[in-house]
């Protein structure tokens, strides 16, 4: 009889070893056994638990979300203004939890699927609709709504461009200079805005 509580546990262990097993490949092209391998637990009990791979790759996703998304709510309910909530965003994107060697291989790993992939373009749209609404609430106070999307789609494109460079330079850029190089901009942009 299985122990109570194990489930979400052992759901966890399997989402982790999901991302494990896609660092190392740099690909979703993972299996079942490998994922459960690492987890420590029988390709049986992970196909109990998530049904086919894709289905353990989509929640492996949704968790990344889910703990970008709760980070950035926890970042954004400290912020004052409209320009605390920019670097709460670009902070929280850029943070150590999110800069992670694993999680951004993982991350770049469902970009190229979700080419091919219906409901991983599905998540990624979900977080690139995230971060751009996050971005504007910020923005638009300050800048206006024209100049704020621009500066949004800009932002965006600097944070995925820098998670790549972090997945190619073996650890550079480092959050901090990361998010140092995004914060230089929104400065000159902003000060370009008020002149």
Request: charged share 25%; glycine share 6%; aromatic share 6%.
């Amino acid at each position: 009889m299985p122990k109570l509580g194990m489930e979400p546990l052992r759901r966890r262990a399997l989402i982790d070893a999901a991302i494990s097993a896609i660092s190392d490949r740099g690909t979703l092209d993972v299996t079942m056994s490998d994922i459960a391998g690492r987890a420590g637990v029988s390709s049986a009990l992970a196909h109990h638990y998530f049904g086919a791979k894709e289905d353990l790759l989509q929640a492996t996703m949704r968790h990344l979300l889910a703990d970008l998304g709760r980070d950035t709510v926890a970042a954004l309910a400290k912020t004052r203004t409209p320009r605390e909530r920019i670097s709460a965003v670009v902070r929280v994107n850029l943070s150590v939890s999110q800069f992670r060697q694993e999680t951004v291989h993982a991350w770049l790993a469902f970009y190229g699927e979700a080419q091919k992939s219906t409901p991983l373009r599905r998540l990624l749209r979900v977080y690139s609709r995230r971060l751009y609404s996050n971005l504007m609430s910020g923005l638009v106070p300050l800048t206006g709504r024209r100049e704020a999307e621009r500066m949004a789609e800009t932002i965006a494109a600097m944070i995925d461009g820098l998670y790549i460079r972090r997945a190619l330079r073996d650890g550079l850029p480092h959050p901090i200079s990361a998010t140092a190089l995004v914060e230089d901009y929104v400065e000159t942009k902003l000060k370009q805005c008020s002149a």
